[in-house]
């Protein structure tokens, strides 16, 4: 039986439509790689993770599936296990965005090459923006995927320049903002009680961290409160 996927890892897989080949970096259970040879939406692909255990999973499921031929998997870190130009999209799902940010940091050999790379940083996504704006890439689209009271971003990147016009588009995505993404108010509602709960444990405490992460989340949480009513107008 074929294997079906979360609305996250859907989202995820049709941002790869259009690659030949494709290598999931940190795959873990490898659900996104074995779905998308399943349904021939590539004809090959790569499994890589830096943990032996989360392998070993992935190893099980290819197997179940008797994907071996199609699917070969990697033991390394990030996109050291890749060389540069072996694959037509390069997915990072599921990290922190400081660790997407560092792994493409650390091979811009493989990084900087004209393919497709699809992230999906779980928080820390403006830092991401941030970073890709300033290091020569440019963000081709941005999807939103919600699976309970969770919405996930997910940005396809390739290497170009961009140039952020707003302050917010970091935190909320241009694309999002830009095209008013049906998601768009369920993200920001996500990030309100994200820095709602970052108030929370801020308040009434006098460290000069505290109390300057305090501010900063009460001040964002205003602005997000703008935009969302701005939207909902
Ligand atoms: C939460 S799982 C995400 C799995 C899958 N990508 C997804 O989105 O559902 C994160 C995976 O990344 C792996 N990982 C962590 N650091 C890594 C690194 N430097 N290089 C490759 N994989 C890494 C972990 O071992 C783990 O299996």
Redesign the pocket.
């Given at each position: 039986m074929k294997i079906k996927l979360s609305p996250r890892?859907e989202v995820i897989a049709n941002c790869v439509a259009g690659a030949e080949s494709m290598a999931?970096?940190?795959?873990?259970?490898g659900?996104?790689p074995v779905y998308l040879v399943e349904n021939e939406m590539v004809t090959r692909a790569i499994a890589?993770?830096?943990?032996q255990q989360?392998l070993k999973k992935a190893e099980k499921i290819i197997s179940e599936q008797q994907l071996e031929k199609q699917i070969e998997t990697r033991l390394g870190?990030?996109l050291s296990v890749l060389k540069p130009g072996e694959v037509d999209a390069v997915v990072m799902?599921?990290?922190g965005g400081l660790?997407i940010r560092d792994?493409l940091e650390a091979q811009p050999d493989v990084a900087m090459q004209k393919k497709k790379l699809v992230l999906?940083p779980m928080n820390n996504q403006a830092v991401l923006r941030k970073y890709l704006e300033s290091s020569g890439f440019f963000i081709i689209k941005e999807e939103l995927a919600q699976e309970g009271d969770r919405v996930y971003e997910v940005l396809v990147v390739e290497p170009g320049a961009m140039t952020f016009t707003n302050p917010l588009e970091y935190e909320l995505g241009f694309e999002f903002y830009a095209h008013k993404h049906p998601l768009l108010i369920a993200l920001i509602d996500r990030k309100i009680f994200l820095e709602q709960q970052i108030v929370r444990n801020t308040q009434g405490k006098t460290t000069a961290v505290a109390m300057k992460q305090w501010q900063e989340s009460s001040l964002f949480i205003e602005k997000l409160n703008e935009v969302r009513k701005c939207l909902s107008n």
């Open positions: 890892l999931d970096i940190g795959t873990d259970h659900y996104l890589s993770d830096t943990n989360p870190s990030g799902a599921g990290m660790l792994l999906q």
